[in-house]
């Protein structure tokens, strides 16, 4: 069964450094989505993305982050000075179309860890 | 308005169990409600879903029920077993806002042998 692929699994960084997490969506999906998961707390809605832009996002997803298309298969987030706060489970997701009855497949994530 | 309550926070039951997570929310926008089920190490993973205009709906051992009116939704696990021990999450989402799921705060089951 296709699933979302993200790397690394851990990344460690020092705070106020860029970070870039990395995701690959599966193929034939036209949505893209990042989610973040503090330690212990919700899913949090971080951005959407389809057709090479932004289509929605939340109050988390300040001028500190960005997210991009670089090729047909990768989808990247960007977390441009990271802080304390940042440190979390960046959780990938992807789905064919939008909606519901559309479910978005998840990836394993990434743990951020800022110190 | 956009949150989605859900309770209990952790769960213990013995095999062969039904235990039950509930959800509840404000917003009757909403008109996805997918239960994620995720595993420690893992993302969460699709388990089953309903809509609004469905009062109950089950998947193999899985069985979603949904009050309308009292703008709540629970989840049910028959038969359960040790391998069921994760953690779980209702979510929602507004078809006219966009693709955004907004999840519970998670259920931690466990299920002795």
């Known amino acids: 069964e296709p699933e979302v692929t993200q790397t690394p699994s851990h990344q460690v960084t020092q705070m106020g450094q860029e970070v870039i997490l990395r995701c690959v969506p599966i193929s034939n999906h036209l949505y893209f989505y990042w989610y973040r998961q503090i330690l212990g707390q919700k899913v949090e809605f971080l951005v959407s993305f389809y057709n090479n832009e932004i289509s929605e996002k939340s109050e988390i997803f300040d001028d500190q982050f960005s997210v991009e298309r670089p090729d047909g298969s990768n989808f990247t987030l960007k977390i441009r000075s990271t802080k304390l706060e940042d440190s979390a489970m960046y959780f990938c997701?992807?789905?064919?179309?939008?909606?519901?009855?559309?479910?978005?497949?998840f990836g394993d994530g990434t743990r951020l860890s800022i110190l | 308005q956009q949150q989605v309550k859900q309770s209990p926070q952790s769960l213990i039951v013995q095999k062969g169990g039904i235990p039950i997570i509930n959800c509840a929310y404000e917003n009757t926008a909403f008109d996805y409600f997918p239960w994620y089920q995720q595993f420690p190490g893992k993302g969460p993973a699709l388990l089953i879903a309903i809509r609004p205009d469905v009062s109950e709906k089950k998947e193999g051992r899985f069985t979603i029920s949904f009050n309308k009116s009292a703008k709540q939704f629970s989840l049910h696990i028959m038969d359960s077993q040790p391998g069921d021990s994760a953690t779980y999450f209702c979510?929602?989402?507004?078809?006219?806002?966009?693709?955004?799921?907004?999840f519970g705060g998670g259920t931690r089951l466990m299920v002795k042998p």
């Open positions: 979510a929602a989402l507004n078809n006219n806002a966009g693709n955004m799921l907004t």
């Open positions: 997701a992807s789905s064919e179309l939008r909606g519901d009855g559309q479910p978005q497949h």
